[in-house]
């Protein structure tokens, strides 16, 4: 578990930060560039949820505590020598999303056209959370170019852009209130 005594270590005032394995990296740093954006998604659930019924706010609710363990695994390079085991994300937290998202798509009509962002506050957040995911997930599968990365990391990032598209048309309606984009309509 995790106990946070201070909040500011001054540790970072000259532009870096440590890793999971203590490693200090600047805070530009790829690997720090993709759980920062992780963290992003994160917050923009947490809006989204505001907007949620109890349903839909329990199962975002396990996708950002998921979140904070794909960052964990994120922040700690995958290393032989670690002093301690690190939190990795697993192939059952893909299958859960995978599973929400046939359940949740089964009660949704099939799309004639691309969805718009919006609808309702929770599906619009929730369009906002996949663009971030999106973004999360090309960091990420650049970082593992250079680093070993774990599949179920960036299968979990694949799968959740895919999970809060779905999530939206579900929430908005089971996809009565999607806002479906209209090809040439303004010219």
């Not at 890793?19 to 992003?40: Q, S």
């Not at 975002?60 to 998921?66: G, K, S, T």
């Not at 009509?109 to 718009?116: I, Q, T």
Request: aromatic share 4%.
């Amino acid at each position: 578990m995790v106990r946070l005594t201070r909040i500011y270590t001054r540790g970072g005032d000259r532009g870096e930060t440590s890793l999971g394995d203590g490693t200090r990296v600047p805070k530009h740093d790829l690997r720090v560039e993709a759980y920062g954006t992780v963290d992003e998604a994160n917050a923009v659930i947490g809006i989204a949820r505001l907007h949620a019924d109890p349903e839909a706010d329990a199962m975002l609710a396990r996708i950002q505590n998921d979140l904070f363990d794909l960052g964990a695994d994120l922040c700690t390079p995958e290393r032989d020598n670690l002093a301690y085991e690190p939190l990795r994300m697993t192939e059952a937290q893909v299958d859960r999303l995978e599973r929400e998202i046939d359940a949740m798509n089964a009660e949704l009509a099939p799309l004639d056209s691309f969805v718009l962002p919006g609808g309702s506050a929770a599906a619009a957040h929730l369009h906002l959370a996949r663009t971030v995911v999106r973004r999360a997930e090309r960091l990420t599968t650049e970082l593992a170019l250079r680093e070993p990365v774990g599949a179920p990391a960036v299968k979990y990032l694949n799968r959740l852009s895919d999970h809060l598209f779905v999530a939206s048309r579900w929430i908005n309606g089971r996809g009565a209130g999607d806002v479906l984009w209209v090809p040439g309509a303004n010219r």
